[in-house]
């Protein structure tokens, strides 16, 4: 049986302890948080802001409005980025967008995380230095974000200097308070998780529950923090801030963890060479999450700034949002606050832990070897596709498939049909039968008309869902506003009334304005998810690239078209997917058309990580 132990050695603390005045740290207050996203009407600014990322960070309006903040992981570069990565990035980019489209001042903040043991290992298997190795993996990122349409403010690599430098001085704050020591440790050890395990959440072999790989026995001299001291005030955080842990059955899982009592954590490797030195011992170098937690706040430095923890946070800190995968919970819900705390600095004001996408009913990651290339399916399906699947057939919060099939059927029958086919058969119609050019306001067109109010509720309901981060249900809400036209177009068939000339022919003509003007709506409401698609559908109509770059939220209310107004040439905004089979031979058959069929959204049995 291993057997975990520590060994106090001697003290290290004071001597630096006098280096830092109490004065020099931020004092610690505990607020009510809000399930929404929302934020007082004065945190608002009234000029609108592309959505498109200027990655300068700069944002006037009067005075400073208060930032939303919100943070991908940084991700882990002992390989090439999965779809694990990419979703979490995706959806951190679809609330971005809609914070934007609301008039806040957001700051997107992703990156990588580039130190560790198992950088180390990788670079040194691929013939490299970690530094090479690093570059390559981060540029990567870089890439496939672009191609996912990804409009962040803030790309933050951990051997970046500044970050380097936030890292060290956070340290000593840490140590200034004494809550670092220095100790032994024994126990099992997960390379994968970079982490020691209890034996009693091992599985059979001591293998890892994540990684389905053995840990190995591992002796150290450790520094570490003391985490246990944090115990009450992270129980008291936990209760007077019910949502600052979300979704409300991720709080249970880490209120359990604190009730079951916390241990001190190690911060620092003596064997690990491929990383921050620990800077009053340069033979360890600093474990990597006491390193990469701190990006989060290193990337709001600007380049040119004074590079200063004070400088970092006063650019924007505390996050609004922390996407995480539930994996890594309990380092930003329990191991970051404390840390936070310990270095006087405010906790972030929500850290959501989505599910993870799993593939034949297996967790997908890098470390087991079958993970989707997200490459491959943006270059093959495009981004638009990629990102509204994943938002709207996973339920975000929860576990969700992937298959090829119901990916091609979903993307076909939603944007393919019910709003690629919609705008393009009724700009078909006005160009036959009115030059192209819209009779009246739509605001007119609609009078007396009941479809006005179901698009006008439809809004709300996907304001509200998008306010929640309840993305699968925002994009249904949108959705239905495309269903509810088609509806529409059948009921009252402008292609029969044309025909029939005189009055007819003029209630045609208003029918194909209050469609439109439903479709310039989902232009807005569904450009958060489908950027590039909502992009051409607003081109369709007649709108300039900055008209589309400057829209905002409120412009969802119904009346934005007026008479006289011309429509572009109608061409297809989202060509279906073809599915090409191959035969007997090995040749590809003909393409096969995809059946449009009603589908249930299936739940993932188990707790699959990603």
Not at 273 to 301: C, H, M, R
Not at 578 to 602: F, L, S, T
Request: charged fraction near 25%; charge should be neutral; aromatic fraction near 10%.
């Amino acid at each position: 049986m291993t057997i975990a132990r520590m060994n106090m050695n001697c003290s290290i603390q004071s001597s630096l302890s006098c280096l830092l005045k109490p004065s020099y740290f931020f004092n610690f207050k505990t607020t009510q948080f809000k399930n929404r996203l929302y934020f007082p009407q004065n945190h608002l600014i009234s000029s609108k802001r592309s959505l498109l990322c200027t990655c300068s960070g700069n944002f006037q309006a009067g005075e400073k409005a208060e930032p939303f903040v919100i943070t991908t992981p940084l991700y882990y570069v002992n390989a090439p980025p999965h779809m694990g990565s990419a979703y979490s990035t995706i959806a951190a980019d679809a609330i971005a967008r809609f914070q934007r489209l609301l008039g806040k001042r957001v700051i997107l903040i992703t990156g990588t995380d580039e130190h560790g043991e198992k950088i180390a290992t990788a670079a040194s298997a691929c013939g490299s230095s970690p530094r090479e190795h690093c570059d390559v993996i981060s540029q990567a990122y870089k890439m496939l974000w672009k191609d996912l349409d990804i409009a962040y403010d803030k790309f933050i690599r951990t051997t970046d200097p500044k970050h380097e430098a936030i890292v060290e001085e956070f340290y000593f704050r840490v140590l200034a308070k004494d809550d670092i020591y220095r100790a032994d440790y024994e126990g099992l050890y997960c390379v994968n998780c970079e982490e020691y395990k209890d034996e009693k959440e091992l599985l059979e072999n001591n293998c890892c529950p994540t990684h389905l790989k053995p840990c190995v026995p591992r002796k150290e001299d450790n520094y570490f923090f003391a985490l246990s001291k944090y115990q009450k005030p992270l129980e008291e955080i936990l209760e007077q801030n019910p949502d600052f842990v979300q979704p409300s059955y991720r709080l249970n899982e880490v209120q359990g963890w604190i009730k079951n009592g916390l241990r001190d954590f190690s911060i620092s490797r003596a064997a690990v060479e491929w990383g921050i030195p620990v800077p009053n011992d340069n033979k360890q170098t600093i474990y990597v999450w006491f390193d990469a937690l701190l990006g989060y706040i290193s990337a709001l430095l600007e380049d040119m700034e004074q590079i200063s923890l004070q400088s970092a946070v006063s650019s924007g800190w505390p996050a609004s949002l922390h996407l995480i995968g539930k994996d890594i919970l309990r380092f930003h819900a329990v191991y970051w606050p404390a840390m936070l705390m310990s270095a006087g600095l405010s906790l972030p004001k929500m850290v959501f832990g989505h599910g993870f996408l799993t593939k034949d009913g297996m967790k997908m990651g890098k470390s087991l070897g079958n993970t989707i290339e997200p490459n491959e399916l943006v270059h093959k399906f495009g981004a638009d596709a990629v990102r509204y699947f994943f938002l709207r057939e996973v339920e975000f919060g929860s576990d969700g498939d992937y298959s090829e099939e119901r990916f091609v059927n979903i993307v076909n029958a939603h944007l393919a049909n019910t709003i690629g086919n919609l705008l393009n058969r009724t700009l078909g119609l006005l160009k036959k039968n009115c030059q192209s050019t819209l009779v009246v306001d739509s605001t007119i067109a609609a009078e007396g008309k009941d479809f006005k109010d179901t698009v006008e509720e439809l809004v709300k309901k996907a304001r509200i869902n998008y306010e929640n981060l309840s993305l699968s249900s925002a994009c249904e809400a949108v959705l239905e506003i495309g269903n509810a036209g088609n509806l529409y177009m059948d009921k009252h068939q402008p292609w029969s009334l044309f025909k029939q000339g005189g009055a007819a022919s003029e209630a045609a003509a208003k029918d194909l304005v209050v469609i439109l003007e439903a479709m310039r709506i989902i232009a807005i409401a569904l450009s958060p998810v489908a950027p590039s698609l909502c992009r051409q559908i607003y081109a369709q109509l007649g709108y300039s690239e900055d008209q589309f770059d400057n829209i905002n939220w409120s412009e969802t209310k119904w009346g934005g078209l007026k008479g006289g107004q011309v429509m572009a040439q109608p061409k297809p905004v989202f060509a279906r997917i073809e599915q090409i089979k191959e035969n007997e031979n090995g040749a590809e058959a003909a393409p096969q058309k995809v059946v449009k069929k009603k589908e249930k959204k299936q739940k993932v049995q188990g707790v699959r990580e990603a």
